[in-house]
């Protein structure tokens, strides 16, 4: 499961959940990288994610009346 969608709050207040953490520098917003702009710092990156941006898509397929989207290749 990607990192950001582990940041996704979930409806059990009970479950103990672990911190997001992203390591590395935040981007340059005059020098963004190429692809996905958290893949210098996402720790689940595949080269994919370095080489072009991931579109945004629902984040249920099945959900069409939600309007959560997600731009991850791994989503």
């Known amino acids: 499961k990607p990192r950001l ?3 996704i709050p ?4 009970g479950r103990e959940k672990k911190h997001l953490s992203l390591t590395s520098d935040i981007p340059s917003h005059n020098d963004p ?5 958290l893949q210098p710092r996402c720790p689940v990156a595949k080269t994919e994610c370095a080489e ?3 579109p945004l ?3 249920d397929a099945e959900d ?3 309007k ?3 731009a991850c290749w791994l989503y």
């Open 5 to 7: 969608a582990e940041a």
């Open 10 to 13: 979930q409806p059990d207040p």
């Open 33 to 37: 990288p190429k692809g996905c702009p």
């Open 52 to 54: 072009s941006k991931p």
């Open 57 to 59: 898509k629902p984040v």
């Open 64 to 66: 069409t009346s939600s």
């Open 68 to 70: 959560h989207q997600v």
